[in-house]
């Protein structure tokens, strides 16, 4: 499986900006995804999951109530909408996948990552 993360660039704080996340190759047919984001000298960090049915999402409080997450399993799509973003926001943003239908908060358990796509929030 590969995943290739776009939609990355810089924004005024409290903009907005909709990262994409393309799978292709050997898709299984159940996964969870994720996006985590790592900001320079900081640990990789979750920010949003979604199930594999799609009913079940979960975000990180910081961006919680800005970031959304969504999927078109028909395009094999993920989708981050993020609004109100802040000069925090600031971080390289990842987004994976796991062949499990639960979401994890941990990237050690996701199998599949993105190459990352920068998003910088100027102040």
């Known amino acids: 499986v590969q995943l290739q993360a776009s939609g990355g660039g810089l924004v005024q704080a409290g903009g907005s900006l909709r990262l994409s996340c393309a799978a292709s190759?050997?898709?299984?047919?159940?996964?969870?995804m994720g996006w985590f984001r790592q900001a320079p000298g900081k640990e990789r960090e979750f920010v949003t999951g979604?199930?594999?049915?799609?009913?079940?999402?979960a975000y990180a409080d910081s961006v919680k109530g800005r970031f959304t997450i969504s999927r078109d399993n028909a395009k094999n799509t993920v989708y981050l909408q993020m609004n109100s973003l802040k000069p925090e926001d600031t971080a390289v943003y990842y987004c994976?996948?796991?062949?499990?239908?639960?979401?994890?908060?941990?990237?050690?358990?996701?199998?599949?990552w993105g190459q990352g796509t920068q998003v910088t929030v100027s102040s």
């Open positions: 994976a996948s796991r062949r499990q239908y639960a979401i994890s908060w941990y990237p050690q358990e996701y199998d599949y």
């Open positions: 190759g050997r898709i299984f047919a159940v996964n969870s």
């Open positions: 979604l199930s594999w049915s799609g009913d079940r999402t």
